[in-house]
């Protein structure tokens, strides 16, 4: 790609500099509606009050109660308070615990962060794997059998298959446990099978079209002609070309995994994000549920960012129009 007249190629620095400065802008309205959102449909989930006293709680108790907690307060003045505890890093306490939320949410987001990485690295490996062999035999029967099952398993709910992996793998082998983490490896079986199963299908299906089009261009049939051998082509020229969409669609699954974790963790009873978040939409516990909904949008966020760091490293096209 040639520079345009009166601008000169910016570098690499300039370039992450400017790219994360345009994300940071364009993220910020959407992270701000997240936010309203849930502050304000937490408070349509009812009156803290009535859950956390007795009914036979005096009228005194219950305005004591929520003068302490400022349920007494108009909403948008909660709003301005919520909004101002976000600039000076206080997220709330919780109602039901009495700690701070944000250090409930930061003990909880590790376990939810380590099980969305085991799942998405098992799966990345799986797709590379299954996705290459498929597209370097296209139309083998072993490259149909591949895309059937890819298909459907992309196709499966993650609530369906938790609730057939526990009663089958559970309750009537008995070889896995049905919840918690107090089983060592056994307690991530489970919850990874099922939360892999579908990045697995569409990321295989991702990866073995890249390659068929990869093994398929001018350059590696010139590797080819050269005498490089099928290992080799496959794993230098072709993988390397495939790996950029792969990367962009593992991003976007990376991220619909905060919405599957939300009903693994339930299911299987993991001490995670979504859990935390379930529990407190049940209790009406809004500090929690507010902190937790801030960190997710903010990791997600991140996430994104360094997806598109790594889309932008592989693919110099995208360097390019960072710039402009």
Do not use: C
């Not at 907690?69 to 919780?94: C, H, R």
């Not at 089009?213 to 590696?220: D, F, G, N």
């Not at 792969?246 to 991003?251: D, H, R």
């Not at 801030?294 to 110099?316: K, M, P, Q, R, S």
Request: hydrophobic share 55%; proline share 5%.
């Amino acid at each position: 790609m040639h520079d345009r007249p009166g601008r000169t190629r910016a570098s690499a620095g300039d370039t992450v500099l400017t790219f994360l400065r345009r994300r940071a802008v364009s993220a910020a309205i959407p992270l701000l509606v997240v936010l309203l959102g849930v502050f304000l449909l937490a408070r349509l989930t009812g009156d803290p009050t009535a859950l956390y006293l007795p009914e036979s709680a005096s009228p005194a108790d219950r305005a004591e109660f929520a003068a302490a907690n400022g349920l007494d307060l108009p909403v948008w003045q909660q709003l301005l308070d919520y909004l101002a505890g976000i600039v000076q890093l206080d997220l709330g306490t919780s109602l039901r615990t009495e700690e701070p939320a944000a250090e409930m949410v930061l003990r909880a987001f590790p376990v939810t962060l380590s099980l969305a990485a085991v799942t998405m690295l098992l799966a990345v490996a799986g797709a590379l794997l299954i996705g290459s062999w498929a597209a370097y035999r296209p139309n083998s029967p072993a490259d149909r059998t591949s895309s059937f099952l890819t298909m459907t398993a992309a196709s499966v709910p993650d609530f369906w298959l938790a609730v057939t992996g526990v009663w089958l793998l559970a309750v009537v082998l008995g070889v896995l446990p049905t919840s918690g983490m107090d089983n060592g490896v056994l307690s991530w079986v489970l919850p990874v099978a099922v939360l892999m199963v579908r990045p697995l299908g569409v990321l295989t299906q991702v990866v073995r079209g890249a390659m068929v089009s990869a093994l398929s261009a001018p350059y590696v049939r010139l590797a080819r002609s050269k005498g490089a051998d099928g290992r080799r082509v496959v794993t230098h020229h072709a993988l390397r070309n495939a790996a950029a969409p792969a990367l962009t669609v593992a991003g976007d699954l990376a991220v619909g995994l905060v919405n599957g974790a939300v009903i693994v963790e339930t299911i299987f009873g993991w001490p995670g994000i979504g859990k935390l978040m379930i529990d407190a939409i049940l209790q009406r516990d809004f500090a929690v549920l507010q902190a937790a909904v801030l960190l997710t949008a903010v990791a997600i966020f991140v996430l994104n960012i360094a997806i598109d760091i790594g889309y932008a490293l592989l693919d110099a096209r995208v360097r390019d129009v960072a710039t402009v």
